[in-house]
């Protein structure tokens, strides 16, 4: 109950679906969702890439991953495939298997950012897109990515990467 309240609160300030077609999620494409928690973006990802499209939902918590798992059968959703695991090891999704990984909001939780971007690095297919998204950690506001120490990481595997900072966010785009 308190993930719906909060998730329909984060909705309203922040719709993912529009975060979504910023990415440039289309019919048919393959989405793999890192750090999927209870499926914000998971859902919205599987509606929008439709019947002919899947979304890998990766979540190393069982309880959240059991949850997305729920919701989507309970919402007839079939092109849903949730995988309990970490971002450094996502060996259920096959090389070159997707179109397009995003991680929003969850960078910061990897244990082994590089081990995590190499495994990105893997499952995307060439011509495809790495989308990262976290919280900036502040001077007060602790929790999140440090913005140089975001772009090192990043920069190590994805040398091209586009970066975006905001209040209160990081972004890293990086063409495979």
């Given at each position: 109950m308190w993930a719906s309240l909060l998730e329909a609160l984060r909705r309203r300030r922040a719709p993912p679906e529009a975060r979504l077609a910023e990415v440039g999620?289309?019919?048919?494409?393959?989405?793999?969702?890192?750090?999927?928690?209870y499926g914000y973006y998971a859902f919205p990802a599987a509606e929008m890439v439709g019947e002919k499209g899947r979304v890998y939902a990766v979540e190393p918590n069982p309880k959240r991953a059991e949850e997305i798992s729920k919701r989507?059968?309970?919402?007839?959703?079939?092109?849903?495939?949730?995988?309990?695991a970490r971002a450094?090891?996502?060996?259920?999704?096959?090389?070159?298997?997707?179109?397009?990984?995003?991680?929003?909001?969850?960078?910061?939780?990897f244990a082994d950012a590089q081990a995590a971007l190499l495994e990105l690095r893997r499952i995307v297919r060439p011509g495809?897109?790495?989308?990262?998204?976290?919280?900036?950690?502040?001077?007060?506001?602790?929790?999140?990515?440090?913005?140089?120490?975001?772009?090192?990481?990043?920069?190590?595997?994805?040398?091209?990467a586009e970066f975006e900072v905001g209040s209160g966010y990081l972004v890293a785009k990086a063409r495979q």
């Open positions: 999620l289309v019919e048919g494409m393959k989405v793999a969702d890192i750090g999927a928690g989507a059968e309970e919402s007839g959703l079939k092109n849903i495939e949730v995988l309990v450094e090891d996502v060996a259920g999704i096959p090389s070159g298997e997707v179109d397009v990984a995003i991680s929003m909001s969850s960078f910061h939780h495809g897109l790495v989308y990262v998204r976290d919280i900036r950690a502040g001077r007060l506001f602790k929790h999140g990515s440090r913005e140089e120490e975001f772009r090192t990481a990043i920069s190590r595997q994805f040398p091209d």
